[in-house]
C-alpha cells in the first residue's frame, strides 16, 4: 500500500532553516504531483507548496522567498528546504498525493522566536 513518511522536523529558532523529507512507498512516484500542507493549532491545514511530475512549482503566499520544494525520483523523494523561519511558520507539516487521499503522519516543526 501507499506509504508516506516524513522526517527532518524540530526546533529552531527563528531566522534558521530546516529541510523536510518524505520518502514515498507502493506508488509509482514519478508520475504523480506531490504536496506538503501544514496545520498550525487551532487552524485549518493548508497548502504551502506543490511539485507536479513534471517538476513545475506552486508556494503558498507566506512562504514564497523562503521554501523551496523539490523531488528526486530516483529516491522516491520530495523535499522542502524552509529558509528564514518564522515563528508563523510553526505547525505540523504533512506531505500528500496529489487527487487522493493518501497523507504522511506529519512532522512537527516548532520557531521559536
Known amino acids: 500500500q501507499v506509504q508516506l513518511v516524513e522526517s527532518g522536523g524540530g526546533l529552531v529558532q527563528a531566522g534558521g532553516s530546516l529541510r523536510l523529507s518524505c520518502a514515498a512507498s507502493?506508488?509509482?512516484?514519478?508520475?504523480?504531483?506531490i504536496g506538503w500542507y501544514r496545520q498550525a493549532p487551532g487552524k485549518q491545514r493548508e497548502m504551502v507548496a506543490v511539485?507536479?511530475?513534471?517538476?513545475?512549482?506552486n508556494y503558498a503566499d507566506p512562504v514564497k522567498g523562503r521554501f523551496t520544494i523539490s523531488r528526486d525520483n530516483a529516491k522516491n523523494t520530495v523535499y522542502l528546504q524552509m529558509n528564514s523561519l518564522k515563528p508563523e511558520d510553526t505547525a505540523v507539516y504533512y506531505c500528500?498525493?496529489?487527487?487522493?487521499?493518501?497523507w504522511g503522519q506529519g512532522t512537527q516543526v516548532t520557531v521559536s522566536s
Open positions: 511539485i507536479s511530475s513534471l517538476q513545475t512549482t
Open positions: 507502493g506508488m509509482i512516484f514519478s508520475i504523480n504531483d
Open positions: 500528500k498525493v496529489i487527487r487522493s487521499n493518501y
